[in-house]
Each structure stands twice: as C-alpha cells, then as structure tokens.
C-alpha cells in the first residue's frame, strides 16, 4: 500500500533552516507529481509547493518563494524541502501528498520556528 513517511522536522531560531524529507513506497515514485503542504495551528491545510515527476517543474506557495525549495531522488522514492530563513509564521505541521486518484497523505512532521 502507499506510504509517506515525513522526517526532519525540529525547533528552529528564525533565519534558520531544516531539509524535510519524505520517504514514498507502494507506488511508483518517478510517474506522479509530489506536493508538501502545511497545516498551522488553528488554520486551513495550505499547498506549500509542488513538483513534477522529473523535477524539472516546481511551483510555490507566495509565502515561500526565495525561501523553500522543493527537489526530488526519483531513484530513492524520496521528496525533500530545503526551507531557509524560516520565520514564525512557518510553524506548521508539515506534510507531504501524492494524488492517485485518491489522496495520499503522510502522518506529517512538526517545524516550530521560535526564539
């Protein structure tokens, strides 16, 4: 069955950065489109970034652009988010999301941007 499996997530001071992976199995990795989101607290689940099935497309929430950047190992099933000068405001669960017809999700890893 499909799994995603996020890693990385921590406390951070602001300005500082984290690389989030997520590990993908049950499918083939290579042929579908990948996204991260994030879910704040008391707020809506927000696309974050997405990227095409050979990296070579990438698309990002405004709040992020400059900052975040998404990449993928197609031949390690895995999808990374490299997130510099992060802020507050970047406090969120993070998740990653494959769409097969249905959505697949991962449990989520937590970033806390805070001094």
């Known amino acids: 069955q499909v799994q995603l499996v996020e890693s990385g997530g921590g406390w951070v001071q602001p300005g500082g950065s984290l690389r989030l992976s997520c590990a993908a199995s049950?499918?083939?990795?290579?042929?579908?489109?990948m996204r991260w989101y994030r879910q704040a607290s008391g707020k809506e689940r927000e696309l974050v970034a997405s990227?095409?099935?050979?990296?070579?497309?990438?698309n990002y929430a405004d709040s992020v652009k400059g900052r975040f950047t998404i990449s993928r190992d197609n031949a390690k099933s895995t999808l990374y988010l490299q997130m510099n000068s992060l802020k507050p405001d970047d406090t969120a669960v993070y998740y990653c999301?494959?769409?097969?017809?249905?959505?697949?999700w991962g449990k989520g890893t937590l970033v806390i941007v805070s001094s």
């Open positions: 049950g499918f083939t990795f290579s042929n579908y489109p």
């Open positions: 999301m494959v769409s097969r017809g249905t959505d697949y």
């Open positions: 990227i095409s099935t050979l990296g070579g497309s990438t």
